[in-house]
């Protein structure tokens, strides 16, 4: 059963320390996304990747956020330092190149107190 | 600026009746739609896809219609169920080779 896993699914950290989210995409994908949901702006795009080349990370701030595919089964978005604006929920999702249809992990739910 | 748009945020709708929810773009690149379907606590799963080449696709109780000149889409739902209750999800892309761009979302509420 071939799906997109997150960990962690839940994290609560207190202002100004580092988070790291990882992702493992549906093998044989090689399209990978972040997005971010929260209450005001729905799903928003942070970074995408395509053959674990970065294409788009206009999306994040630039200061404190960073997207990375050390290999082809993981992805990570960190955030350092963290702040309370960055609460929500980050979904990554995977698909293949020319095809739109993205498959969606369960999301964490980040926590900045 | 929000290129794809759904201004309901909800909609209740009792069992068996039909549901509508809308959906509208502004950019006139978009020739490739979808609806997600999104449960508390879970991912969005895909639903249905429309590409601009036609006006209706249709999935068993789900009909997604593209009017291309208003810019315009919508999903139907017909009969609805109390398990379609989610939050729904309109995205688009550019020629299926660019990352989705999606609404804000409509919270449908089927009541038994």
């Known amino acids: 059963d071939a799906r997109v896993t997150q960990t962690p699914r839940h994290k609560v950290t207190e202002m100004g320390q580092e988070v790291t989210m990882r992702c493992q995409p549906i093998?044989?994908?090689?399209?990978v996304f972040w997005y971010r949901q929260t209450m005001m702006q729905g799903l928003e795009l942070l970074a995408y990747?395509?053959?674990?080349?970065?294409?788009?990370d206009s999306g994040m701030p630039k200061d404190r956020f960073s997207a990375e595919m050390p290999d082809a089964t993981l992805a990570t978005l960190k955030i350092q330092p963290s702040e309370p604006r960055d609460s929500a929920v980050y979904f990554c999702?995977?698909?293949?190149?020319?095809?739109?249809?993205?498959?969606f992990g369960p999301g964490t739910r980040l926590t900045v107190l | 600026d929000q290129q794809v748009k759904q201004n309901s945020p909800s909609l209740s709708v009792q069992e068996g009746r039909i549901s509508i929810l809308n959906c509208d773009y502004t950019n006139s690149m978009f020739d490739y739609f979808l609806w997600y379907k999104k449960y508390p606590a879970e991912g969005p799963t895909f639903l249905i896809s429309?590409?601009?080449?036609?006006d209706k696709n249709e999935d068993g109780r789900f009909t997604v219609f593209l009017n291309k000149s208003a810019k315009h889409l919508s999903l139907h739902i017909v009969p609805s169920q109390p398990g379609d209750s989610a939050v729904y999800f309109c995205a688009a892309s550019v020629s299926g080779n660019t990352p989705l761009v999606f609404g804000k979302g409509t919270r449908l509420s089927v009541i038994a």
């Open positions: 990747f395509r053959n674990r080349a970065p294409l788009d």
């Open positions: 093998l044989g994908h090689n399209t």
């Open positions: 429309i590409s601009s080449i036609k």
């Open positions: 999702a995977s698909g293949l190149a020319l095809k739109s249809v993205a498959f």
